[in-house]
Every structure is written in C-alpha cells, then in structure tokens.
C-alpha cells in the first residue's frame, strides 16, 4: 500500500498475514520530500538519518512489541521500565533501519558552450592549431604499458569541438569542475593543483590535500597527444554528480598539459563513458562503478542534447526519461564493444547513396560536434552541398543553403535517421556559416568508418545500455 502526498513523497507499507492476523508491518518511505506526514514522522526520521535519505537510501520503519534489557530512558523507548531498569512489554516501538536502494535515475543538466575551435577561430588561432593538430581522434593512439619504467599510457581525445559541460565534484569535502560527458573515451582526469602548465591556470585544479578520502597510488600516467604528452598520476577519491556518491573512484590528476590550446578550452576535465576495454590498465571507469556499488536501478545512461538553447541537455544514469523522445525508441546493437560502436548501412541524399555504399562502421560520440568520416568520401559531400575550404582550413557554405539543401539520411539497423541541412550547417560568427562534415585523415581504426557526433544526437535522443549491448535511438522532441 502506497499513502503519499505532493512531491513524489509516501511510504510503502507491507503487511505480513499469518493465520488471518497481521503478524508483522513494514513501512518504507520512497523519497527525501517531506513536505507531507501521510503515516509517520518524516521530518524526524530525516533528521535521524540525513545522509540515508540525501544518498538515495531508504528509512524501514518495523513496528512491533519488544523485550530488551537495559536502562535507555522511556522518552527514547516510549515504555514502561521494571524496577530493576528492565524494559518491559509496552505499546508498539518503531525501529527505524537505513536501507540504500538504487536510484531510478539521476540527471546531470549539461551547459552547451563554447567549443575550443570557436575560441580559436574568434582568436585567430585555429589555422595554426588545425596545421599542427590534424583531426585525430582517439582511434590510432598508444595505448601500451612499459613496466620497467613504470609509465601508462591511454588514448587521448581531440578536445576541439566539445561543446557541453556538466558539473561534477571530487573530495571530500567536495572541490567542483566542469567535465565532458564523453561516450569517445573511458577514463576520469582534472587538472592538479600541482600542474606546471599555463592551461591549468584558467582552470579549476584538484587539492589532495583538502580531501580526507584522498588517497594516491603512486602510478604514473601519460596521456598522448599529437605531438604532446599529458603527464600526471593515478589517484582515487570520492566523486559525485547527479545525488551519486561514486567512492574510491578511480582518476587522473594531470601534471602537465601539451600546447597553449587547452587555455581555450572552457572545461576543466574529461569523464569518459566508453566501455571500459577503453580505459586505464587496472581501473574501473565511473559508470562501471555506479553499477558496481548498487547506485542506479538499471545499467544504462542517455544524452538529450538541445538544438540551440545554452540550457536543457541533460546526461541521465540509472533510467530513461521517455519525455525527451517522441515515438518508440529503435535498438541497435553494438558491434565492437570498445567504443559505442555500430553498424550503419548507408549515407544517401535524394535518395542516392553518398556513402557507406555496402555498409560501414559508425561510433556515437558526444566527444565531437561534427559528422566525421573518410576524407575523399566527405571531400565528395563537401562538393554537393557547395562547401569550400577556407584559409583557416575549415569548409564554409552559403548560409542560404541551409534552406534549400535536401537531408543527408543516416540508414541505421534498416532505419532512416535524416539530418537536415538546418543542422549540417552551423552559423557562426560574422555571419558564416560552416559545414557540419569534416575529415577523419588516416585515423580511423577502419578506412570506411564515421563518427556521429552532437550534429546527429541534437536530433536523436540516444540510449546507452550497457546490460544488452546495444543503442537506443529515438526522435528528440
């Protein structure tokens, strides 16, 4: 029996019948609201247990007689007391247990901001980034260890065209930073307070020493970029975003960060949310964690990505919110369990494949804002849609054609996702406008791959589920 009042808030009462009777009552209230009192106390029963009901725990109420000995004053057991300080049978006396259940879903709002290519291009410094740094992803990176010297290495991303923050906090008490949700990597890093680099300064930067649950490892790592290396060390601490508390969690701590470029960036840290095949030799990423330790229901999160409002993406773990989606959610299975891998069976416009003729690889990536794919088969795209490369190197189309152009149609698992020209042109400032398709160069895993990044999921709400191994895919309202 569920008795309940405004704001989601009751109890969940359980009556145990034997022989006819009532034999035994339970009573479980579902959520920290206690704006209402339907059966109990609430306000008391959270201020007894607060960090139970702030932790997505539960408080169970058992009501029943007692024989206990010892001397605790009636106020506290509401009974009678033998002379001899032995309580006794008296009126029914609740006992209150904490109980940790998992959340039915946690949402992260996500910010969208300014990627660091349009910081760049504001400052007049993207035609120097885009001729030292050639678009890698994290598909062709050194990913090996040398015990002898004691040195890790993990892929590391191309940051340039993140575009949503979320906040997460780290320590205890907690120190906060702006991170990528990104599905393209595995592993959780923030600067150091201890990082040398000019970058770090414009950034929030990690004190082990304000964190009593901090503890180091002692582990070098190295995080390879182009022609730079990240350095820093291995550490674990509590981490939390979203009412989860993810402890003992598993994160980098970078000493040093490559190039002058990450001081364009607005984010302070990456969480990465591929399969953890991906990550740090010997570590479990976070999702895996908030798995492991019970704190969501179901094991899959979602990203719902706005079209052009700074506010309302959102990053949801443990459920599905079936508000962000119209129509029914269309499952695809994961292909290669690295990244978020699947099968894609064509690229067409006016119904003419333009490419993936035959079938490709394709990854869903919220690490990148564009639509990335082989460069003579984007080159020939880049043709059709009337798109020419500018001196900065980037491809730069007739904001008009943002109307007149027909969809690019993305034919996933035998379903047409298309993506209009609206969304495949992306204004910028001055009045330009640029094409939302650019080069992978040489490295994709697989010559005929692509990768869907935020131009394609601002329009599909997507599904990440982990249990099944496969990706949901619906219609973003």
């Not at 990053?315 to 695809?332: E, I, R, T």
């Not at 599909?460 to 589920?465: A, H, L, N, R, S």
Request: net charge neutral.
């Amino acid at each position: 029996m569920l008795r309940g009042g405004g704001g989601g808030g009751g109890l969940l009462s359980f009556h145990l019948f034997a022989g006819g009777k009532v034999r035994h009552r339970t009573a479980i209230w579902l959520t920290p609201d206690y704006t209402t009192e339907p059966v109990s106390k609430p306000k008391f029963i959270a201020s007894v247990f607060p960090s139970c009901l702030g932790g997505g725990g539960a408080v169970l109420i058992v009501r029943g007689h007692r024989r206990n000995v010892g001397k605790t004053p009636d106020s506290v057991t509401g009974s009678r007391r033998s002379g001899r300080g032995r309580v006794t049978r008296g009126r029914p006396l609740p006992s209150l247990i904490c109980v940790s259940f998992p959340m039915l879903a946690s949402r992260i709002p996500l910010t969208r901001v300014k990627s660091m290519r349009e910081n760049l291009r504001e400052k007049d410094r993207l035609k120097d980034f885009l001729g030292n740094h050639p678009y890698n992803l994290a598909y062709k990176f050194v990913d090996s260890v040398n015990l002898d010297l004691g040195i890790y290495f993990e892929p590391m991303r191309n940051y340039l065209d993140l575009a949503y923050v979320g906040t997460i906090s780290i320590g205890t008490p907690p120190q906060e930073f702006k991170v990528i949700f990104d599905t393209g990597s595995s592993d959780l890093w923030v600067p150091s307070i201890y990082c040398s680099s000019p970058a770090c300064a414009n950034h929030n930067v990690f004190n082990p020493l304000r964190s009593s649950t901090f503890r180091i490892s002692g582990r070098p790592i190295h995080l390879q970029y182009g022609s730079g290396t990240m350095s820093g060390f291995l550490a674990y601490d509590t981490v939390r975003f979203g009412g989860l508390v993810d402890v003992a969690q598993a994160f980098g701590l970078s000493l040093r960060e490559p190039g002058k470029f990450m001081e364009y960036a607005v984010f302070d840290g990456i969480l990465g949310l591929a399969y953890p095949s991906l990550s740090l030799r010997g570590t479990v990423p976070v999702f895996d964690n908030l798995w492991k330790q019970g704190l969501i229901s179901q094991e899959l999160f979602a990203f719902y990505l706005s079209k052009k409002d700074e506010e309302g993406s959102v990053v949801m773990f443990g459920g599905v919110d079936h508000s962000y989606y119209s129509g029914d959610l269309n499952w695809v299975p994961v292909s290669k369990r690295l990244y978020w891998q699947l099968s894609m069976d064509s690229i067409s416009m006016n119904g003419e494949v333009i490419a993936c003729d035959g079938g490709c690889q394709a990854i869903i990536d919220t690490g990148t804002s564009l639509l990335i794919g082989p460069s003579h088969v984007v080159f020939n795209i880049q043709t059709i849609i009337g798109a020419n490369r500018s001196y900065s190197g980037e491809y730069v189309v007739d904001c008009d054609a943002a109307n007149t152009l027909p969809d690019v149609v993305f034919t996933i698992n035998g379903i047409d996702y298309p993506v209009p020209a609206s969304a495949y042109i992306q204004e910028g400032t001055q009045g330009t406008c640029y094409s939302g398709f650019d080069e992978s160069g040489d490295s994709l895993l697989v010559s005929d791959s692509w990768i869907l990044g935020d131009v394609f999921l601002r329009l599909y709400f997507t599904v990440f589920d982990r249990e099944n191994n496969r990706i949901g895919l619906a219609l973003a309202v």
